[in-house]
């Protein structure tokens, strides 16, 4: 290839060589490529050829001049034309002299690829760009050896920010300084003095504002580097977290608040259950001495009636306290079902007769047959039961307590269906409706002789709204109230005639004539003495059966593997293990895989009966012990055993 030197042929970027006339006098084969033209058709063609019209403007008006000036150009960008568009190149050139050749001295190219320098230099724009866009400083902050601080670069956030231009800083950072709190100030600079000294990141969070703006908080966050000349140089952001900070600060104090609810959950089943242990045996024995036809004189029945009495009143507070606990954590569980209205009703009213005539009321219930509504049946007995003996305690002696039960709206299949209360009582005013569902508050009756705690109604409310429903109330002073509940409508299904009396039917089958020749065996795990005394009291009264203690859960399976019994009552809080992994030493017995458990425990939390139940118990009784209902549940687990039983 005339005029070109083989060295250059081999090398990686174009050559190109070029008569001051403006033709092409030689070119290496990594330029052809680049063209897309084979080299020897390009030589003694004009170079503008090669060259895009800015290419040739400055080809012309400034390489050209000046290698004639100066001999020689550095990085001059130009653009070729080729088939598959512009190529971008950095040029070089140099005067080439050739003494004694026609055409005198010749324009040497030296063309190098911008590709990757585009790429470059555009993927540093699109970083530009979102970084002055974002509500961040990126920054390069530099002190110098005499103390001196400036921001030598910092992106356009530096105005959201903090109102300030880059310029404004850049001989300075007092600017930005001026901006950050008084109080956080002397805080920041430490945190950057001691970045300085360990080279470590400069991290730190602070308050700070653009002029008179609100104060938002920022976090810096930099990486030092010391330079040779003593400076001390840091890249880095400044963000605002303000946002995030106001979410981590709510996600802490909600942490907070879940774990001051389990405590006080903790707190309140510990404390249920240490109350129920010593209420086992107040309620429990006065039960007995109640129905013991050896205690003479209506005195002693009397003062056995207020123990008993005021053994349920604290049992009550307990549970309500509970409730309250439960409702604020959010861990109440309902189970929704078609309920019909007007049994529970009547059911209620009857357990709530002896209260009605201690006081000489009148107690009237209205209730549409067959109307039904969508609730928690327990949970919608304790409703009405609140509502109905608030009325008998509040109302008048010799007046009246309404209960009704009506469809909302016209159709054989309402949506929505109404239990009120009413009474003649003294009513209430406006100030005190406004505080009547606020926990403790008894508007004043806590100065008579009326009983209560003052949790009753806000439970009520809760309760019913759980179920989907609404507690309305009515009421002028001298006119008495009416409470009215609210709950969607739902068919109830019939009730099976054959199991109206199935609890009750066992009892003298199971209990009264067990098979032939046998007496029924019961062990009982219990630790506390009182306990186990009542359980051998209420039992002592059946007959046919025997109660064995045993006062550990070693004890028991010892016990047990000496005697099978027919039934095992096991306490939850055993000495040496828990009820249940009594209950799962005891089943490892062949002989005890099929009798059956009853846990027995004062720890009444919903969670704590369900992982009873789940752990393989047929039943879960909670302390205070129901003595009434107790022969009855203890014949419907025995009758299972029929003539399995041993004799």
């Given at each position: 290839m005339p005029g070109l030197a083989p060295a250059l042929e081999r090398l990686p970027v174009g050559v190109l060589q070029v008569s001051f006339d403006g033709r092409i006098h030689a070119l290496n084969d990594c330029l052809a490529g680049w063209l897309g033209r084979p080299a020897s058709a390009l030589i003694g063609q004009p170079v503008d050829e090669l060259l895009s019209r800015p290419g040739r403007v400055l080809y012309h008006t400034h390489l050209l001049p000046t290698l004639r000036l100066h001999g020689q150009v550095q990085e001059l960008s130009l653009s070729l034309r080729a088939p598959s568009g512009k190529v971008h190149v950095l040029c070089s050139a140099s005067l080439v002299e050739r003494p004694g050749e026609a055409g005198g001295p010749l324009a040497e190219l030296v063309l190098s690829p911008m590709r990757e320098r585009l790429r470059v230099e555009t993927e540093l724009a699109r970083v530009q760009r979102s970084a002055d866009a974002a509500p961040i400083v990126l920054f390069e902050c530099v002190r110098d050896v005499d103390g001196r601080s400036w921001l030598n670069y910092a992106s356009a956030g530096l105005v959201s920010l903090y109102g300030?231009?880059?310029?404004?800083?850049?001989?300075?950072?007092?600017?930005?300084?001026?901006?950050?709190?008084?109080?956080?100030?002397?805080?920041?600079?430490?945190?950057?003095?001691?970045s300085a000294q360990t080279l470590s990141l400069w991290v730190g969070q602070f308050r700070a504002r653009a002029g008179q703006g609100p104060w938002r908080c920022h976090r810096v966050r930099a990486q030092p580097y010391a330079e040779p000349d003593g400076r001390m140089v840091w890249y880095g952001t400044i963000v605002d977290v303000t946002e995030q900070v106001a979410v981590d600060e709510a996600e802490r104090e909600r942490d907070a608040a879940e774990r001051a609810n389990r405590s006080k959950s903790e707190f309140l089943a510990r404390m249920s259950h240490e109350l129920r242990t010593p209420l086992n045996a107040i309620i429990g024995f006065s039960q007995l001495?109640?129905?013991?036809?050896?205690?003479q004189g209506a005195q002693a029945q009397q003062r056995v009636g207020i123990i008993h009495a005021a053994g349920e009143q604290l049992l009550q507070l307990v549970d309500e306290v509970l409730d309250i606990s439960r409702i604020e954590s959010g861990r109440l569980h309902l189970q929704l079902a078609p309920v019909?209205?007007?049994?529970?009703?009547?059911?209620?009213?009857?357990?709530?007769?002896?209260?009605?005539?201690?006081?000489?009321?009148?107690?009237?219930?209205?209730?549409?047959?067959?109307?039904?509504?969508?609730?928690?049946?327990?949970?919608?007995?304790?409703?009405?039961?609140?509502?109905?003996?608030?009325?008998?305690?509040?109302?008048?002696?010799?007046?009246?307590?309404?209960?009704?039960?009506?469809?909302?709206?016209?159709?054989?299949?309402?949506?929505?269906?109404?239990?009120?209360?009413?009474?003649?009582?003294?009513?209430?005013?406006?100030?005190?409706?406004?505080?009547?569902f606020q926990p403790f508050n008894r508007l004043g009756a806590e100065r008579s002789r009326v009983q209560g705690t003052g949790l009753g109604l806000v439970i009520t409310r809760h309760l019913v709204e759980c179920m989907g429903g609404t507690l309305q109330l009515q009421s002028q002073p001298g006119d008495g109230c009416c409470f009215t509940v609210e709950l969607p409508a739902a068919t109830p299904l019939p009730a099976p005639e054959a199991e109206a009396g199935a609890a009750v039917a066992p009892l003298p089958?199971?209990?009264?004539?067990?098979?032939?020749?046998?007496?029924?065996?019961?062990?009982?795990?219990?630790d506390d003495p009182v306990n186990a005394l009542l359980m051998q009291a209420v039992l002592d009264r059946l007959p046919h059966v025997v109660l064995t203690v045993a006062t550990t859960g070693q004890a028991a399976c010892t016990l047990a593997e000496q005697q099978p019994p027919d039934l095992l009552l096991l306490d939850m809080s055993l000495p040496d293990m828990d009820g249940r992994e009594l209950l799962r030493r005891l089943k490892r017995d062949p002989r005890l895989s099929s009798v059956p458990a009853v846990a027995v425990s004062a720890d009444a939390m919903p969670e704590e009966i369900a992982r009873a139940l789940a752990a393989g118990f047929d039943d879960y009784w909670t302390k205070p012990l129901d003595i009434d209902t107790l022969p009855a549940r203890l014949a419907m687990l025995l009758s299972s055993r029929g003539t399995a039983a041993a004799p």
């Open positions: 300030l231009t880059p310029e404004a800083v850049a001989f300075s950072d007092a600017p930005w300084l001026a901006c950050v709190h008084d109080d956080d100030r002397a805080a920041l600079l430490a945190r950057r003095e001691s001495l109640g129905s013991d036809a050896t205690l019909p209205l007007a049994p529970l009703v009547e059911q209620v009213c009857q357990s709530l007769e002896p209260a009605r005539l201690a006081r000489g009321l009148t107690l009237t219930v209205s209730a549409t047959a067959g109307l039904g509504a969508l609730a928690d049946e327990a949970r919608l007995q304790q409703v009405l039961n609140n509502l109905v003996s608030n009325a008998i305690k509040y109302t008048r002696d010799g007046g009246w307590v309404a209960v009704e039960v009506a469809a909302v709206g016209e159709g054989p299949r309402p949506a929505r269906v109404q239990l009120r209360v009413r009474d003649n009582g003294p009513g209430l005013t406006p100030a005190q409706q406004q505080q009547l089958a199971a209990l009264a004539c067990p098979p032939e020749g046998h007496t029924w065996q019961l062990l009982y795990a219990e």
